[in-house]
Structure formats: C-alpha cells, structure tokens
C-alpha cells in the first residue's frame, strides 16, 4: 500500500502496527522515530520497525504515510511539527484515545496538501513499551475513524483499508460522538479500577483473587498517559462517572434496604447486558 511508513511513538501501539505492517507487507519501509537513543535501540531490537531514528525531520522524510502513535497530550505539538517536513500528498493519522479536541486542533493547522484523518484503534494492554508489542494486537478489534467535513474522501478510504489490512473492523463517526462512548467503555472503566484499587483495605489484599485482579488489572496502565486522557476528556468522563455514581447509589439503597427484589433486578439487569458483548 505505501512505499515508506513512519511511526512516531513507538511504543505498545506504535509497535505493533510497525510488527503487523511488515507481516502484511504494507510498506516497503517502516521507520520510528523516538525521544530517547534508549527508546530507538529497543525498537530496533524487537524490530517493530525497519529502522529508527531521534530526528523527525529525517523520519518522516518521503513518508506516504505518518501515524503519530503518542500520548493523547503531545499529540496536536507533534503534528504542528510533523506538517512542517512532510512531503506533498502524504497522509497523517493519530491513535490517540480521546478525538474531538484533537481532530479539531490538527484540522485547523492542516494545510492542504497534507491529509489528516483521526482514528482510534480499540486494542492495547495495561503494559507499555515496545517490548509487549503483537503483530496480532488489532485482529478483530473495532477502529474508530474520525469523519468531518473536512475530512479528504480518498484519504479516509486509504486509512479505512490500512486498518482492514492489520485486522480491525473500522467505523465512522464524528469525533464527539467518539468521546461520549468510549468514556462509558473504555475511561470509565480505567476509572473505577483505579478507585477499587484505591479503596480495598491494604490488608484485604493479600487475599485478593482473579475476581479483583482481573477488575483492577488496568489500574496497572502508565499514570501520565491516562492523566492527559482523563483531562482531554474532561466533559464526557464527567457525565459518564455521574452515571457510574447513579448505579452504585441504586446498589447501596437496595443494600441499606434490604429490597432484595430491586438488588436482583439490578445484578439481572448487569449479567443480561454483560451476556450480550459475549454473543
């Protein structure tokens, strides 16, 4: 599909495409692009891309393709730099988790002869770094990609097909929209396993079973990457912990209570929808 794509951030995610691009054979080179010379010689070791470098300059030279694969809050300084080098007709595209903020920023400074489309791949782990990269990590994961106005046709039907060729299913929706669910399904979450996490007595945790390990697992993810996630998503993240807040005052009045009718009402109401993602 392209003769040289360049990953800037290659860590779990940008890893992992750069593995999952040469197995598919998408480009004929991969080169990363990293901040530390310790970053750049792992990636090189765990040969998730062909190549790596420290300048950005030289990284994304002649790149038909750029994937910044960053944290959600450098993200929109490092495209400001990126569309600074890159080459006429190129492609741009994030990862980042949260869209609307960023897809608005990079849309304003975008010129045109340079084409950005947003996307966020549904798949990673609460590990990072280069070293828990998988060439597999977005088989039968769903994709978000950003569609706006100003949103070129021909790149997203590039960007749509990239990801169909790593494995993902891709669906198509304005950046706002993308925020509000993925702060019930995927921020949400990392919230209130940091806050089980915080709240278990320290001593009730030598104890602790695959039931708590497996709901706090996330709590375990890098604390600066998801602090810049919670603040991009500042607004959505606070109406969905509200509900959060609702169904766990529905639980404690129904203990308090003891309306065992309602109590069995709410856990039937969690399994019928928790049965369904398995079907």
């Known amino acids: 599909m392209f003769k040289k794509i360049t990953i800037i951030g290659v860590g779990l995610i940008g890893g992992s495409i750069g593995l999952a691009v040469q197995k598919k054979r998408l480009a004929k080179e991969v080169v990363g692009v990293c901040r530390r010379e310790s ?7 765990c040969k998730s891309v062909n190549e790596a470098t420290l300048d950005l300059e030289i990284g994304i030279k002649d790149a038909d393709l750029i994937i910044i694969a960053a944290p959600v809050g450098e993200i929109v300084d490092i495209a400001r730099a990126v569309i600074t080098h890159a080459k006429n007709g190129s492609i741009l595209i994030d990862v980042g988790s949260t869209k609307e903020t960023i897809v608005k920023d990079i849309e304003k400074i975008i010129p045109s002869n340079i084409k950005f489309v947003g996307t966020h791949p549904m798949a990673g782990s609460e590990k990072s770094g280069v070293e828990f990269a998988n060439d597999k990590l977005f088989h039968n994961s769903v994709c978000v990609i950003t569609d ?67 709901t706090t697992r996330i709590a ?60």
């Open 148 to 214: 706006t106005k100003k949103t070129n046709p021909e790149a997203l039907a590039v960007v749509t097909k990239f990801w169909n060729s790593l494995g993902a299913t891709c669906e198509k929706m304005p950046p706002d929209k993308h925020d509000h669910y993925i702060s019930f399904v995927s921020h949400l979450p990392h919230v209130a396993a940091v806050a089980l996490t915080i709240s278990a007595n320290p001593d009730s945790l030598k104890y602790a079973a695959t039931g708590f390990r497996d």
């Open 220 to 279: 375990s993810a890098n604390p600066n990457l998801w602090k810049d996630i919670f603040e991009s998503n500042k607004q959505a993240l606070l109406e969905s912990i509200d509900e959060y807040k609702k169904a766990l005052e529905g639980i404690e009045r129904s203990i308090k209570n003891s309306d065992s009718t309602f109590l069995v009402q709410l856990l039937k109401k969690a399994k019928e929808i928790r049965d369904r993602l398995d079907r």
């Open 39 to 45: 970053s750049r010689q792992k990636a090189v070791e």
